[in-house]
């Protein structure tokens, strides 16, 4: 009886057994057909190396002059405090001392001031006006300054006013100027405490997504389209699930070994610790990964032509970016596969969260994943004529 | 074998029309090949062979009729007919991965048949060595690195491996020089004959008929011969026997002189101031021809006996020759 229901068993699991088989001689030949792949292998090596080795220059704060806000201050005030201080003066020392991430630069002329601004050669002007220190010294007029931005530089105008402010803030205190005030006192916990131009934790989740997502879209964009003799192999009893199914497994392990170098970099030359666990943030990387490699997969799928997925390839990419980057609409960004990549790496590696804790980017990212996946697969049922 | 008519055909079209929206591509065409033959399926552009090759790899249905593949209906039993078909694809990009080599390539395409490795790589080294594959170190060379004939060769190699029934082969000439032409169809007769393999042969010229043992020629989706091509050349003057005579000079005029010539029934030109004669049953006679042609005052610089190739027949039977198949004088091939 035993012996009959394994025969059976055997019997009706045959044709499941034979297409696991075919899978796996299939997820060979793609590792073996990327293995001779110069492009392939150098998306999949080259690139993160080169990407992750830019993203330790942050680590190591690699920075140029370029890279601080320049702030024009012109000190028309002349007064003077009874014990003859000039609080205008003080000001400028406190911006020296507390205004992080900017140069202070000293001018006589407004109008040269602001003509650099036009110019982009400077960020802001500060006008400390004539009347500064003994409005303030009397402590009943209100003191102020004038500060003018390049309204549109949107990062620099909060770098250069948080400057700005801290060091008002420091002269008020400085010189016993609180006495009815609550004086704010600001504090930065993420993405890192350390002062700095830049941080390899801020560049951490908004570069791997890109670079994941676009390697995967690479390598995956050809991978059917460019697969001519899939087409003879669709003559044989592989089928066309058993074709796409071995392409997605091979280039998620291509995907994990991508990771594996990235990670290796990041921890190894750069010393980076997340916060949260390395597996949280493992699985964050595959699915970023797994959703370059479904929409990749989908496009190629479609394409007559490899010039078509290329170009359809440049066209998905282009728009994950600049939805990322220049659409201001929450609404949409928070659809942005890169954008829930990049809250996702972010929330594991620097606030520690769990994959629980972050529920809605992943399911949000998988279900994105399945749908272009599903999208390929239906799309390669209906392709006809292929030899 | 529960769907075939029972006999011993291993390629079977039977009435078999297909139409494409409203236009017919294949038009009541019938024709088999016996197990073990070769059978070349002939035809210009136009005629109908892609949509033949498309409606034996089960990659279409006909419209109306029956396809049988060594007794597989192939219009039901498109999974089963992938075990029995082996396929060799004309363009050479369909045909492997360029960077594996043919040993490779085997291998992955023999995995898709689930055989296990040892089986593939021994078969596969049969089948290469049988097709000039004489060492090891060409066998692993890169399919890219090979040249047209052996490319082809190695094609042939992957579309055999899992021992298939029937082979077929689509327009396996294609971009080949004329001696690997020759080459490539003497090896496919080695193959028919070592493995005993059925072989089909979608063709535009008429030279693989000389190497098959049964042709069917389609014009405009309908069959306008099929037979064995040795049938068809004992309807020739003594059975196809001929001269091949090479001229000092050939016009038109001298051309004319030769159609008077009495023993003379028919005659090709084969070649720049070469004909191919056919002297008149019994008339087979060279010293005859010979005199004859001074007779005319036309002078021969060569003479040789020959056979006629189906090639020749056709010729003739294009240019009315044989006047009950006057029908399909306008086959055209490119």
């Not at chain 1, 796996?24 to 080169?50: C, N, Q, T």
């Not at chain 1, 929450?330 to 996702?344: G, V």
Request: overall charge positive; glycine content about 6%.
């Amino acid at each position: 009886m035993m012996m009959r229901m394994l025969y059976l068993v055997k019997v009706k699991l045959a044709p499941f057994f034979g297409s696991v088989k075919r899978i796996g001689a299939l997820i060979r030949k793609e590792l073996e057909s990327l293995m001779k792949d110069r492009l392939a292998l150098l998306v999949i090596f080259l690139l993160p190396i080169i990407i992750t080795g830019a993203m330790g220059m942050a680590q190591y704060r690699i920075t140029t002059l370029d890279d601080y806000y320049k702030i024009a201050v012109i000190n028309q005030d002349t007064t003077l405090t009874a014990e003859n201080l000039s609080l205008s003066n003080a000001l400028i020392n406190e911006m020296y001392m507390h205004a992080n991430e900017c140069i202070i630069i000293p001018m006589q002329s407004y109008d040269l001031a602001v003509y650099l601004l036009w110019q982009r050669q400077i960020n802001a002007v500060l006008v400390i006006p004539f009347g500064f220190t003994s409005q303030l010294a009397s402590q009943m007029i209100p003191a102020y300054v004038n500060l003018t931005l390049d309204g549109s530089d949107v990062e620099g105008q909060g770098t250069i006013i948080k400057g700005v402010t801290n060091a008002i803030a420091e002269l008020k205190m400085d010189y016993n100027y609180t006495k009815y005030e609550i004086i704010p006192s600001s504090q930065a916990i993420w993405p890192s405490e350390t002062k700095g131009i830049s941080d390899i934790k801020i560049t951490v989740p908004l570069i791997l997504p890109m670079l994941l997502i676009g390697a995967a879209l690479v390598i995956t964009s050809q991978s059917v389209v460019g697969d001519i003799p899939l087409r003879r192999m669709l003559l044989t009893p592989a089928g066309k699930s058993e074709a796409l199914i071995a392409k997605t497994i091979s280039y998620l392990l291509v995907s994990l070994l991508q990771i594996m170098i990235v990670l290796g970099i990041l921890i190894l030359l750069y010393n980076f610790q997340p916060v949260g666990t390395l597996f949280n943030f493992l699985v964050v990387l595959v699915l970023t990964s797994f959703f370059g490699i479904s929409l990749g997969l989908f496009i190629s799928v479609v394409s007559n032509s490899r010039l078509q997925a290329n170009q359809y390839f440049i066209f998905s990419y282009l728009t994950l970016i600049v939805i990322l980057l220049a659409v201001p609409v929450k609404a949409i960004q928070r659809l942005d596969p890169l954008q829930l990549a990049r809250e996702a790496i972010a929330s594991v590696t620097a606030r520690g969260l769990t994959l629980i804790d972050i529920g809605s980017q992943i399911l949000y990212l998988f279900g994105f994943s399945a749908f272009f996946l599903s999208l390929a697969f239906i799309a390669f049922f209906l392709k006809k004529g292929l030899v | 074998m529960k769907n075939s008519p029972a006999n011993n055909k291993d390629i079977e079209l039977k009435n078999v029309t297909v139409k494409i929206r409203k236009t017919t591509i294949l038009q009541d065409v019938s024709f088999y090949a016996n197990r073990g033959e070769i059978l070349a399926i002939i035809g210009g552009s136009g005629a109908g062979k892609s949509t033949c090759l498309r409606v034996l790899t089960s990659q279409i249905k006909p419209t109306k009729g029956e396809v049988y593949i060594a007794g597989c209906d192939v219009t039901k039993e498109g999974e089963k007919l992938k075990e029995i078909l082996g396929y060799v694809p004309q363009p050479e990009e369909v045909s492997a991965y360029p960077e594996f080599s043919a040993l490779k390539n085997a291998y992955f395409f023999g995995k898709m048949y689930n055989l296990p490795s040892d089986l593939i790589e021994k078969r596969a080294k049969q089948i290469l060595q049988i097709l000039g594959f004489d060492t090891e170190e060409m066998m692993k060379k890169p399919f890219k690195n090979l040249s047209g004939g052996e490319k082809k060769r190695a094609s042939i190699c992957i579309g055999l491996i899992h021992n298939p029934k029937v082979l077929l082969l689509d327009e396996p000439l294609t971009g080949l020089d004329a001696h690997l032409r020759v080459e490539l169809l003497n090896y496919l007769r080695n193959l028919n004959r070592q493995l005993g393999v059925t072989i089909c042969i979608v063709a535009h010229d008429l030279e693989t008929a000389d190497y098959s043992d049964r042709i069917v020629i389609l014009d405009r989706g309908k069959v306008a011969i099929f037979g064995e091509p040795k049938s068809f050349l004992k309807e020739l003057p003594n059975g196809g026997k001929c001269f091949r005579v090479k001229f000092k000079r050939l016009t038109v005029d001298d051309q004319k002189r030769v159609e008077k010539i009495k023993p003379i029934k028919y005659f090709l030109v084969v070649g720049r101031n070469t004909l191919k004669v056919f002297p008149k049953d019994g008339e087979h006679n060279l010293a005859v021809l010979v005199e004859e042609f001074y007779a005319k005052g036309l002078e021969p610089l060569e003479l040789e006996e020959t056979e006629a190739t189906f090639g020749d027949y056709f010729r003739l039977f294009s240019q009315g020759a044989f006047s009950a198949k006057k029908d399909i004088f306008s086959i055209n091939f490119e």
